[in-house]
Structures are given as structure tokens and as C-alpha cells.
């Protein structure tokens, strides 16, 4: 049985001669495993494929295994632009790598796919608080992180965070990351803004 997906390739693996295993997280299946054989240098959309960052609609079959045979491909977007920038690279790469530390294997969630796609093509708008907001993004999502203006005990505004929790000075502890209020606004609005533009990232560099 042949399924079709669309995915974005995470991390490439060299297997056995001219084969790789991809990690590829997918908009309805999660992140799965594609072995991808016989590869050639003729092949460009193959090889762009299995270069991280790009996205693709698959066609794949379920092998009896956890792993996916590669059965045709057509490719959506390269995000050249990432490789041509290194901070665009290596905020890109940090994304990805939060990805693969942090979530389950197979779990479906299509907006975590969504919010991938979207962020690659927008990192050019500022690398270092796009990385920050698919941080808090991607915790908030996976519940880990509940985030408000105002403090979870009471009205007050919030200014700290501990275990997850949004804190006003008040009810903060020892153990609570503390910032400006100012800067505790940023990042919510980092964490929740579906829009980000150049003025809404721009972040204080104290």
C-alpha cells in the first residue's frame, strides 16, 4: 500500500553503499524513517531530498518495519536561502535539533509541521528570535511550557517563570528565571504572535 505524505527532511544518515536513512518529519504521520536507495548524482531531486531543511511531497510504502521505502518524490522548496547565511544555517539547524530532542517518534502533529515549514522560509527576518519564538512555540505546544502575562497564582503581572508557569515577583521563587517586565512581554509576544514581523522580534541586547 502507497502512502502519500509531505515532509520535511531533518537529518540524513549514510547507510550501506550509495542508501542514506532520513528522519523526516511528516504533516501526517510525524516523524518517521525513509531509506532511500540507489542513490546518484544524476538524481538532483534526490539529493536535495535528503539535505535537511527541504520539503517534499512522498510517495512511500510501509515496509514491516519502522522504516519507509522511498517509492517517488517531488520537491516543494530546497530553502536554498538557508545555505547561503550561516546564522540563517545555524538557527535552522538548532530548530531542527529541538525537533529530534524533544519529540516522540511517529507522533502525529500537523502543526508542528506547519510551524517548521513557516519558520524556515521566515528566519531571514531576525535567525536569533526566530529561534527563540519556535523555542517557546514548540514547548508551549508539547505543554511544557504555560505562558501568560499574568501570574498563574494571581492577577499580577507576571515577570518570572518556574517549572513551566508564568510567576509575578510575589510568588516567584529561588529557582525562577526573572527578566524586565518589558522583556517578559517580548516573550510572550515571541511565544504567540502567529505574524512575526521585523519589529515585533526585535529584542533588547542587554
Known amino acids: 500500500m502507497l502512502i502519500k505524505t509531505k515532509g520535511v527532511t531533518l537529518k540524513s544518515t549514510p547507510f550501506k553503499d550509495r542508501s542514506k536513512i532520513l528522519q523526516v518529519l511528516t504533516d501526517d504521520l510525524g516523524i518517521i524513517s525513509i531509506i532511500v536507495k540507489s542513490l546518484s548524482k544524476k538524481n538532483l531531486n534526490m539529493i536535495s531530498f535528503c539535505s535537511p531543511f527541504t520539503i517534499s511531497e512522498l510517495v512511500l510504502k510501509k515496509n ?9 518524490l517531488s520537491l516543494i522548496d530546497a530553502n536554498m536561502h538557508l545555505r547561503k547565511n550561516l546564522k540563517h544555517l545555524t538557527a535552522a539547524s538548532f530548530m531542527i535539533k529541538a525537533i529530534l ?24 527576518i531576525n535567525p536569533d528570535a526566530m529561534h527563540l519564538s519556535f523555542l517557546l512555540k514548540l514547548l508551549s505546544n508539547e505543554g511544557f511550557l504555560h505562558l501568560n502575562t499574568k501570574c498563574s497564582n494571581c492577577e499580577k503581572d507576571a515577570i518570572s517563570l518556574s517549572n513551566g508557569e508564568s510567576l509575578c515577583l510575589e510568588h516567584s521563587n529561588s529557582y525562577a528565571i526573572k527578566f524586565e ?25 542587554s
Not at 102 to 122: A, E, G, M, R, V
Open 64 to 72: 514491516r518495519s519502522d522504516i519507509y521505502s522511498l517509492r517517488d
Open 101 to 124: 530532542d524533544s519529540h516522540i517518534y511517529q507522533k502525529k502533529d500537523f502543526n508542528l509541521f506547519l510551524l517548521l515549514k513557516s519558520y524556515l522560509k521566515k528566519i531571514s
Open 181 to 205: 517586565l518589558e522583556d517578559f512581554k517580548k516573550i510572550f509576544v515571541l511565544c504567540f504572535s502567529k505574524s512575526l514581523d521585523r519589529k515585533s522580534t526585535r529584542l533588547n541586547s
